[in-house]
Protein backbone atom coordinates (compact mmCIF):
# COMPACT_ATOMS: atom_id res chain seq x y z
CA UNK A 1 0.00 0.00 0.00
CA UNK A 2 1.36 3.24 -1.05
CA UNK A 3 0.78 6.88 0.63
CA UNK A 4 -1.66 7.38 -0.88
CA UNK A 5 -4.26 4.37 -0.30
CA UNK A 6 -2.90 5.29 3.40
CA UNK A 7 -4.12 8.61 3.07
CA UNK A 8 -7.20 7.61 1.43
CA UNK A 9 -7.87 5.22 4.07
CA UNK A 10 -8.01 7.03 7.17
CA UNK A 11 -9.64 9.90 5.40
CA UNK A 12 -12.57 6.85 5.22
CA UNK A 13 -12.28 5.89 8.60
CA UNK A 14 -12.15 9.67 9.86
CA UNK A 15 -15.32 9.96 8.18
CA UNK A 16 -17.10 6.50 8.87
CA UNK A 17 -16.09 7.60 12.64
CA UNK A 18 -17.63 10.78 12.27
CA UNK A 19 -20.70 9.67 11.13
CA UNK A 20 -21.03 6.92 14.02
CA UNK A 21 -20.71 9.94 15.87
CA UNK A 22 -23.42 12.26 15.10
CA UNK A 23 -25.86 9.96 14.35
CA UNK A 24 -26.71 8.91 18.05
CA UNK A 25 -26.74 12.90 18.63
CA UNK A 26 -29.25 13.46 15.81
CA UNK A 27 -31.39 10.58 16.77
CA UNK A 28 -31.66 12.25 19.95
CA UNK A 29 -33.29 15.17 18.62
CA UNK A 30 -36.72 15.89 17.38
CA UNK A 31 -37.49 16.11 13.73
CA UNK A 32 -39.61 19.10 15.04
CA UNK A 33 -40.80 21.01 17.54
CA UNK A 34 -44.00 19.18 17.44
CA UNK A 35 -41.57 16.13 18.23
CA UNK A 36 -39.97 18.03 21.05
CA UNK A 37 -43.71 19.47 22.28
CA UNK A 38 -44.75 15.12 22.81
CA UNK A 39 -41.10 14.67 24.01
CA UNK A 40 -41.76 17.71 26.76
CA UNK A 41 -45.59 16.20 27.27
CA UNK A 42 -43.90 12.98 28.40
CA UNK A 43 -41.25 14.03 30.28
CA UNK A 44 -44.14 16.03 32.16
CA UNK A 45 -46.76 13.33 32.83
CA UNK A 46 -43.73 11.24 33.84
CA UNK A 47 -42.56 13.91 36.63
CA UNK A 48 -46.05 13.80 37.21
CA UNK A 49 -46.37 10.35 37.49
CA UNK A 50 -43.43 10.19 39.73
CA UNK A 51 -45.03 12.37 42.38
CA UNK A 52 -48.18 10.32 42.29
CA UNK A 53 -46.20 7.28 42.76
CA UNK A 54 -44.32 8.45 45.59
CA UNK A 55 -41.10 7.58 44.25
CA UNK A 56 -38.56 10.83 45.16
CA UNK A 57 -35.72 9.94 43.51
CA UNK A 58 -36.90 9.83 40.18
CA UNK A 59 -39.37 12.75 40.61
CA UNK A 60 -35.78 14.61 41.74
CA UNK A 61 -34.01 13.28 38.36
CA UNK A 62 -36.77 15.65 36.23
CA UNK A 63 -35.27 18.96 37.85
CA UNK A 64 -32.41 20.63 36.68
CA UNK A 65 -29.36 21.72 39.35
CA UNK A 66 -29.89 25.45 38.95
CA UNK A 67 -34.24 24.75 38.73
CA UNK A 68 -36.11 27.97 40.46
CA UNK A 69 -39.53 26.05 41.77
CA UNK A 70 -41.66 29.48 42.87
CA UNK A 71 -44.55 28.77 45.22
CA UNK A 72 -46.27 29.32 48.62
CA UNK A 73 -43.10 28.64 50.10
CA UNK A 74 -41.56 31.77 47.86
CA UNK A 75 -38.42 30.70 45.44
CA UNK A 76 -36.55 27.80 45.60
CA UNK A 77 -33.35 28.13 43.67
CA UNK A 78 -31.65 24.80 42.86
CA UNK A 79 -32.78 21.14 43.51
CA UNK A 80 -31.34 20.96 46.62
CA UNK A 81 -33.33 23.50 48.09
CA UNK A 82 -36.73 22.24 46.01
CA UNK A 83 -36.36 18.87 47.05
CA UNK A 84 -35.92 20.83 50.74
CA UNK A 85 -39.37 21.59 50.48
CA UNK A 86 -41.10 18.85 47.88
CA UNK A 87 -39.65 16.63 49.59
CA UNK A 88 -42.29 17.25 52.32
CA UNK A 89 -44.99 16.40 50.05
CA UNK A 90 -43.65 12.70 49.91
CA UNK A 91 -43.96 12.01 53.46
CA UNK A 92 -47.18 10.59 53.29
CA UNK A 93 -48.32 7.37 51.62
CA UNK A 94 -50.97 9.42 48.83
CA UNK A 95 -49.99 12.58 46.73
CA UNK A 96 -52.08 15.73 48.36
CA UNK A 97 -52.05 16.91 44.87
CA UNK A 98 -51.66 16.16 40.92
CA UNK A 99 -51.08 17.86 37.99
CA UNK A 100 -51.13 16.98 34.32
CA UNK A 101 -49.96 19.24 31.16
CA UNK A 102 -53.15 20.57 29.49
CA UNK A 103 -50.85 23.43 27.06
CA UNK A 104 -47.90 21.94 25.53
CA UNK A 105 -44.97 24.06 23.82
CA UNK A 106 -41.95 24.13 22.06
CA UNK A 107 -39.41 25.85 20.93
CA UNK A 108 -38.48 25.77 16.79
CA UNK A 109 -34.99 23.60 17.58
CA UNK A 110 -36.53 21.12 19.93
CA UNK A 111 -34.45 22.42 22.97
CA UNK A 112 -36.52 24.13 25.55
CA UNK A 113 -40.35 24.10 26.42
CA UNK A 114 -43.02 24.63 28.30
CA UNK A 115 -46.14 23.14 30.18
CA UNK A 116 -49.23 24.02 31.55
CA UNK A 117 -51.82 22.67 33.57
CA UNK A 118 -54.31 22.17 36.17
CA UNK A 119 -53.44 21.23 39.53
CA UNK A 120 -56.03 19.24 41.29
CA UNK A 121 -56.68 18.59 44.97
CA UNK A 122 -56.85 14.92 46.65
CA UNK A 123 -60.78 14.30 45.97
CA UNK A 124 -59.94 16.08 42.13
CA UNK A 125 -61.07 19.28 42.74
CA UNK A 126 -59.49 21.57 40.63
CA UNK A 127 -57.15 23.89 43.12
CA UNK A 128 -54.71 25.79 40.87
CA UNK A 129 -52.34 25.86 37.91
CA UNK A 130 -48.90 25.32 37.06
CA UNK A 131 -46.18 26.51 34.06
CA UNK A 132 -42.67 25.59 33.67
CA UNK A 133 -39.89 25.56 31.83
CA UNK A 134 -38.23 22.55 30.47
CA UNK A 135 -34.79 22.44 28.90
CA UNK A 136 -33.40 19.56 27.13
CA UNK A 137 -30.15 17.87 28.55
CA UNK A 138 -26.88 17.03 26.72
CA UNK A 139 -28.29 13.12 26.62
CA UNK A 140 -31.61 14.30 25.56
CA UNK A 141 -33.69 13.90 28.51
CA UNK A 142 -35.90 17.02 30.20
CA UNK A 143 -35.52 18.61 33.29
CA UNK A 144 -37.58 21.59 34.60
CA UNK A 145 -35.69 24.42 34.66
CA UNK A 146 -38.39 27.08 35.93
CA UNK A 147 -41.95 25.53 38.03
CA UNK A 148 -43.92 28.76 38.71
CA UNK A 149 -47.32 26.93 41.04
CA UNK A 150 -48.69 29.60 43.32
CA UNK A 151 -51.40 27.77 44.22
CA UNK A 152 -50.55 24.36 44.95
CA UNK A 153 -51.24 23.29 48.36
CA UNK A 154 -48.81 23.50 50.69
CA UNK A 155 -46.47 20.74 52.30
CA UNK A 156 -48.52 19.56 55.98
CA UNK A 157 -46.59 19.90 58.64
Not at 27 to 36: G, H, K, M, T, V
Not at 70 to 83: I, K, P, S
Not at 108 to 126: E, F, I, K, L, Q
Amino acid sequence: MNITDTVTTIRRVIVIAAVAMLAPAQAEQPQSAADAAAEVRAAEQAFADAFASRDLDRFASFIHADAVFTGRDGNLQGREAVMAVWGRFFESDEAPFSWAPERVLASSDGNMGATTGPVRDRDGRHVGAFASTWARQEDGSWQVVFDVSPSCPPPER
